[in-house]
């Protein structure tokens, strides 16, 4: 019982600090320190400290020998590198989600792409069509999951461990919400609803070129606003 009370505190004490590294609470290259972690999450140390090593396994933090452990913090180079891994795989996920998705992953992500309108509504209203930190939260959970059920139509899990992995790392470079601007909003959510499309219609090519496009574009624009 104690084991479990532990691992269910490690899990909820990891998606507390990934929560705010994804929102850029914690900012590339701020250093988490154990023990006010724990005093600002109301918990002990063990919790706190599983919870850093599984985020450094994933490459989220980055670990100092005596230095403790930092928001990783990537430069340009890394940051072409990760989007080009990312437009290997992704593209190869579309073409295969292209042949082998289900009609309840299309549900899935239709779903998804009317919660995107919704959160283009918001954006829309607020003065000077800003993107509020909750609203890039929710979109980029909302990323997170379009990707990760594209991912498992694809029906492979190989790619399905390895392209978890870079998406999480994408949320430390697109983790403030000037990263979000209206426009390229629209932008992104038109590729989302190509991506369906193409997907309905069994359309493999069609579904590379968006996903090419879309992960091209995603680069450009962080780069752009850096």
């Keep these: 019982m104690a084991a479990t009370k532990e691992s269910f505190l490690a899990q ?17 290259g701020t250093r ?14 063990v919790p706190v400290r599983e919870a850093l090593n599984r985020l450094t396994s994933e490459g989220l933090l980055d670990h100092l020998p005596g230095g403790g452990n930092f928001v990783r913090k990537l430069n340009r ?16 996920a579309a073409r295969e989600a292209a042949k082998n998705i289900q009609e309840y992953h299309l549900k899935h992500l239709n779903r998804l792409c009317d919660d995107w309108a919704g959160i283009l509504e918001k954006i829309k ?19 997170l999951e379009y990707h990760s ?18 998406k999480l790392m994408t949320l430390v470079v697109r ?10 909003a629209v932008t992104t959510q038109e590729d989302h609803i190509a991506l369906v499309d193409a997907f309905t219609k069994r359309d493999a090519d069609r579904a ?17 606003n850096r």
């Design 12 to 28: 909820r004490v990891y998606e507390q600090i990934r929560e705010q590294i994804q929102t850029g609470k914690l900012s590339p």
């Design 32 to 45: 988490l320190v154990n023990r006010k972690m724990a005093a600002e999450l109301g918990t002990s140390m």
């Design 77 to 92: 180079k890394e940051i072409i590198q990760l989007y080009e891994f990312r437009e290997s795989l992704e593209t190869f």
């Design 125 to 143: 209203a607020t003065k000077g069509r800003k993107t509020t930190e909750t609203m890039l939260r929710r979109w980029l959970d909302d990323d």
């Design 149 to 166: 059920v594209i991912v498992e139509a694809a029906d492979n899990p190989w790619l399905a461990k390895v392209s978890m992995d870079l």
């Design 175 to 184: 983790n403030k919400p000037e990263m979000l601007s209206y426009e390229a």
């Design 208 to 224: 590379e070129a968006v996903m090419r496009k879309h992960i091209r574009q995603g680069v450009e624009f962080i780069m752009a």
